[in-house]
């Protein structure tokens, strides 16, 4: 989707809006807020939830987007900020406020790869990977599908999706446009830098 690019601004500070880095569990949000952490604009983040061995660079999230449905209060915060707002609470975003959405898109064979791996790392087992990588996936098609035409028609947001296959191959590209969307201002060289291909461990080409 195209998308309206904001005028330039002299810092990242001054930004009258929410920066909101979104996509489903285990897409690489958490690599767009590092990101963008990097290049120079401040992050909303309580850090409550420490980096481990699925997220060795940490998650940057911040505890009270999981009661976003209910509070509502600690929006204004992160004005001039990124937060991270997992895709199925974009829609109680409060529409007092204006935002700028960075939504990753990820294969959905690798998302559900990684999110197995998370569990099995827990000790949590899947009695049928098959039938729940299936289901899983048809529900995550069906959302996407409902949350990419909620964006489309909301007057006070822009979305910019990033591919995430994209974001790790030609990570200056990606930063690039991430700076350009947010309004300048960002360092898109420590932005590129903050990608480590490393951590794309569930590539299923």
């Known amino acids: ?49 420490a980096a481990d061995a699925d997220n060795p660079k940490g998650y940057f999230e911040f505890e009270r987007v999981k009661r976003l449905a209910e509070d509502k209060d600690w929006v204004p915060l992160a004005r001039g900020k990124a937060v991270k707002v997992i895709s199925f609470l974009l829609a109680e975003l409060p529409p007092t406020h204006a935002y700028r959405v960075v939504f990753i898109r990820r294969a959905l064979s690798e998302v559900l790869a990684s999110q197995r791996a998370m569990l099995a790392r ?21 959302h996407l599908w409902q949350a990419e035409r909620w964006a489309a028609v909301q007057p006070n947001l822009r979305t910019l999706y990033v591919d995430h296959r994209s974001a790790m191959n030609c990570p200056e590209d990606t930063a690039r446009t991430m700076a350009e969307f947010l309004g300048g201002g960002l360092d898109v060289a ?16």
Request: proline fraction near 8%; glycine fraction near 6%.
């Open 122 to 142: 827990r000790g949590i087992p899947v009695a049928d990977p098959a039938a729940d990588d299936r289901r899983m996936g048809a529900l995550y098609r069906k």
């Open 1 to 49: 989707m195209n998308v309206e690019i904001p005028p330039a601004r002299d810092t990242v500070q001054s930004l009258s809006f929410v920066t909101v880095v979104s996509g489903l569990p285990r897409s690489g949000t958490s690599m767009l807020m590092r990101m963008l952490q990097a290049g120079g604009m401040p992050v909303l983040t309580d850090e409550i939830r």
């Open 190 to 205: 420590a932005m590129a830098a903050a990608v480590d291909p490393a951590l794309h461990r569930q590539r299923i080409d």
